[in-house]
């Protein structure tokens, strides 16, 4: 079976950008809403996530995240703090080093 593929994401905007703000008036700075979500796969760690980001249990209940600060995300399993990271990796000795494929497909 064909996995969809994800569409490219649109090129940044370029220049000063004027936007409407939820009161209708005109601004030249970006939202936080225009801020890129960023996860990034760490060596033998973490999910470290910057940008606006909702975190959310199976119920849709939110946990509590500083806004503006990166979150880490546990992904080996041993975290006493999930869904976030507590260090746990570092005596567990989990061990990932993941890459992107450059010109991978996309799933």
Known sequence: MRKPSVPDPPPPHEGNVRMMTPRGSLSGAASPADEP???KVRDNGPYKITGPVVIVDAD????????GRPVALCRCGHSRTKPFCDRSHREAGFDAGERAADGAERS
């Open 37 to 39: 979500v960023v996860i």
């Open 60 to 67: 849709g209940n939110r946990f509590p995240i500083d806004e």
